[in-house]
């Protein structure tokens, strides 16, 4: 897979306005790290991004999350180690980032509203959509993920 350019470089106002989203979601909107690991795992493995499942792994484990846990998001409705939250979460997520076909389903809505405020929605909705957006700067551009030195 070969870059097809560096958006950083192409446009450093627009990856500094993505840059904006990304610390908002991540230092100021109070939502509990677990919950962005979360999202942004799960997004980014809808999406095909090797670069952003890869960099959101090692996220993951360094903020102490399990290697069950990160391996069982991409099967999540099977999987027994996620709550009500997580899950509730893992909808909204899975819908939003398919919105094309979803249609935000009135149920995933619901879910997510017995768990969590109106602010708190917004802001997950906010840090959904954030994701995504570097999701499709890395896909689309093809940013290649770090290769790890062999065990």
Known sequence: MQTRLDYLKASPEA?????????FVS?????????????????????GCAFCVDMHIKHAREDGLSEQWIGLVCVWREASVFDARERAVLGWTEALTNIATSGA?????????????EE????????????????????????????????
């Open 15 to 23: 990856y500094q306005a993505v840059l904006a989203l990304e610390l």
């Open 27 to 47: 230092q100021q909107s109070g939502l509990e790290p677990r919950l962005i690991h979360l999202l942004k795992l799960r997004a980014s493995q809808i999406n």
């Open 105 to 117: 389903p009135d149920a995933d809505y619901e879910e997510l509203r017995a768990h969590f405020s």
């Open 120 to 151: 708190e929605i917004a802001k997950l909705s906010v840090a959904i959509g954030t994701i995504n957006v570097w999701n499709r700067l890395a896909v689309g551009f093809r940013t290649p993920h770090a290769v790890d030195k062999a065990a």
